[in-house]
């Protein structure tokens, strides 16, 4: 993993992938689970999802960086 940055639109994009990242490994989980787990996972992948519109809010410059 990279270091998170500290602040400013720097840090606000680090969480912004962060979050979409961990919506997507979420998703990814739901082909091979079992029915409560899958919905457990889906309404995870859901709550991460819903930050990245409230982060692309904050800095609305970050929105096409890509960080790793």
Same mark, same amino acid.
């Given at each position: 993993?990279?270091?998170?940055?500290?602040?400013?639109?720097?840090?606000?994009?680090?969480?912004?992938?962060?979050?979409?990242?961990?919506?997507?490994?979420?998703?990814?989980? *739901?082909?091979?689970?079992?029915? !409560?787990?899958?919905? *457990?996972?889906? !309404?995870?992948?859901? !709550?991460? =999802?819903?930050?990245?519109?409230?982060?692309?809010? =904050?800095?609305?410059?970050?929105? !096409?960086?890509?960080?790793?």
């Amino acid at each position: 993993r990279a270091a998170a940055p500290g602040a400013g639109s720097a840090g606000v994009a680090f969480l912004r992938a962060a979050e979409q990242a961990a919506a997507t490994a979420m998703l990814d989980r *739901l082909r091979n689970a079992p029915g !409560s787990l899958a919905q *457990l996972f889906a !309404s995870i992948s859901a !709550s991460e =999802a819903t930050h990245v519109p409230v982060l692309d809010a =904050a800095a609305p410059d970050t929105t !096409s960086q890509v960080t790793g």
